[in-house]
């Protein structure tokens, strides 16, 4: 039997909440499935750690999860400490610590009701945005010149190495060929003048080792209205670190909002750990009021399922997901429903169990 170690990050506002249900998912699927055991370790890393510490994590955090299989993160940012702290403090800490440099965000439609574009139906929006999850424009290359002058000056610069472009390409291109599935590139050549053009460059040369893998290229500017167009023109997307972040937004808009959006941050050769989170932040306005929806993480639970091989499982929980939203009968009131967090949860468990 294989016992999965899962650090858990529960984090701040809503994190906690929604992890909560998502640990009750797996301790479902450990119960039924005797050959699938979890150990979870709780860190209390996050902004009220540090109010105390005046830093996110331990200063060895990264060692003390290095051991872990996964790291399962609720959300982080609160009121009080800038955002761009919590961001850089301990989100990008891990996913640069561990080299996660895949970001894997499913745009999946579960329910045609949940989308606000007309005549749109599950089939039409179904595809993954593999987003570059290590360098670019999040690199935190930068520089502040002439600080406190009128005539301040400030630079923020994207950073594209060859490692870093064509380990991402090439993974995207090996997710293509493996699921059969076309694969689009979405950059910004004709502005971005060296990043996008190497960027393009690298798409091109990696696609000609797939000439099985039908491809298409487009700006993302013209690509941010076919998200919300024709989101049938895509299966999988490959970006960059920015422009992935910014789509997967209008990429949750389309498909019922940030209560059902996960997001994988992977390292893909497994020799450090895989983190799994919803994209969602930390939600102070509905914090500690049981509105959370916690449907989000619980996708993220599928996702390391399937990171860990578990297939099986993680459609069963995509397919309880997409039952719940069918059934609209126990949901929280995002998705106009009068049901709590936990209720949510446990209603999850038995729809589970119930489908199995
Ligand atoms: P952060 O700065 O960490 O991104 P945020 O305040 O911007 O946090 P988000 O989580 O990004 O909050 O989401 C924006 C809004 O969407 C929240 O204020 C909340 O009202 C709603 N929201 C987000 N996640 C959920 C969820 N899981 N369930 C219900 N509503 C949510
Ligand atoms: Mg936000």
Known sequence: MKAWKVALIPGDGIGPEVVAEGVKVLQAIEKIDSGLSFQFQRFPWGCEYYLEHQKMMADDGIEQLQNFDAIYLGAVGYPGVPDHISLWDLLLKIRKGFDQYVNLRPVRLLNEELTPIKNKSEKDIDFLVIRENSEGEYAGAGDWLF????????????????????????????????????????????????????????FEEVGKEYPDVKTESYLVDAASMFFVMQPERFEIVVTSNLFGDILTDIGAAITGGMGLATGANVNPEKEYPSMFEPVHGSAPDIAGQGKANPLAAIWSVAQMLEHFGEEKWGNIVVDTIKELINENKVLT????????????????????????
Request: positive net charge.
């Open 147 to 202: 600080k406190g002058k009128k005539e301040e000056v400030v630079l923020q610069t994207g950073v594209f190495s060859r490692k870093g472009t064509e380990r991402i390409i090439r993974y995207a291109f090996e997710e293509a060929r493996k699921q059969k599935k076309s694969l689009t590139s979405i950059s910004k050549a004709n502005a971005l003048n060296y990043s996008m053009v190497f960027w393009d460059e690298v």
């Open 333 to 356: 009131p995002d998705l106009g429903g009068k049901h709590s967090t936990s209720e949510v949860g446990d209603y999850f468990v038995e729809k589970m169990i119930g489908m199995l």
